[in-house]
């Protein structure tokens, strides 16, 4: 599903990423481990086009996006990916199904359609009976679910998740967790996710190691789907 070959970033004097390659398969759940700044963040900022690399490409079901224009990149972005951060991002003003349905709205979908499918996303996760809270209202665990569930509103082929527990206690980071292994096995979504936690990467499918701008190691299962 997901091709890149020798991607290089620099900011000023400093270089981030040094000739990353790798490949992500349809249905995987692969953990990006690392310490902070390996360059994992921005690694995955390339791979989801929210910004450029210096040098290298990136293949997504075999179309270029690195040279896609920038309108184009939006339209991909909307409608194949998915994005789940350390910090939850939602709109203070909307419930939390209104925030779960933003990203398929600005895509033009059917309103009703789109309540439906939000709705029953945040079912999935625990928060049927939350549908009509504020983010103000709802515990960090369950704000990083809303995230969750609106990351999935568009039914990407592929999320990407940057730290998603990384704001919340253990035992709220333990549950999201699981919650996002439950969902890539049932709704067959793959997801990347650039963690330092190592429960993440025992749980993933495969395991890269980044360290210095590189990937040093690939270790865990190997995806034979």
Known sequence: MLIAEKLCKSYGQVNVLKDISLEVASGEIVALVGSSGAGKSTLLQLLGTLDFPDSGQVWFNGNNITRMSESAQAKFRNENLGFVFQFHHLLPEFSALENVCMPAWLGGKSSKAVKDRGAELLDLLNLGHRIKHLPSQLSGGEQQRVAIARALINSPAL?????????????????????VVNLSRSLGVTFLIATHQEYMADAADRCLRMKDGRIHEISGKTFSG
Not at 159 to 179: C, H, K, R, Y
């Open 159 to 179: 999320i990407l998740a940057d730290e998603p527990t990384g704001n919340l206690d253990s035992e709220n980071a333990g549950e999201v967790f699981t919650q």
